[in-house]
């Protein structure tokens, strides 16, 4: 119903910066609406966590190991959401996941609710 395309991960050395952007689309249906979105991880052989979240009343919620070093923002207009990252530490490495919930309106004016995941983005940062 609803589909997520993340960009902007990659390679950087610790103290660096990246920014991932995650875009959400209509794949069917008439209309939707986004109530929160928001950015996971997952590092090799640990459980995803979430990073950052931001709903569409501008709350935003952050991991206690990214707080004053990451920044989540959205772009309502365009159905996006930014993760700015700045200090980056080799504890960082990990895909990262864009995730979206909200609602979907089809052509019948039926209204129902979806979670979507994005495929995931990369980042490496190294020592």
């Known amino acids: 119903q609803v589909r997520l395309v993340e960009s902007g991960g990659g390679l950087v050395q610790a103290g660096g910066s990246l920014r991932l952007s995650c875009a959400a689309s209509?794949?069917?249906?008439?209309?939707?609406?986004?109530?929160?979105m928001g950015w996971y991880r997952q590092a090799p052989g640990k459980q995803r966590e979430v990073v950052a979240t931001?709903?569409?009343?501008?709350?935003?919620n952050y991991a206690d190991s990214v707080q004053g070093r990451f920044t989540i923002s959205r772009d309502s207009a365009k159905n996006t959401v930014y993760l700015q990252m700045n200090s980056l530490k080799p504890e960082d490495t990990a895909v990262y996941y864009c995730?979206?919930?909200?609602?979907?309106?089809?052509?019948?004016?039926?209204?129902?609710?979806?979670?979507?995941w994005g495929q995931g983005t990369q980042v490496t940062v190294s020592s």
């Open positions: 995730n979206a919930d909200g609602w979907v309106r089809s052509t019948t004016f039926a209204t129902t609710s979806f979670g979507s």
């Open positions: 209509l794949t069917s249906g008439n209309m939707f609406g986004i109530n929160r």
């Open positions: 931001a709903t569409s009343a501008g709350t935003t």
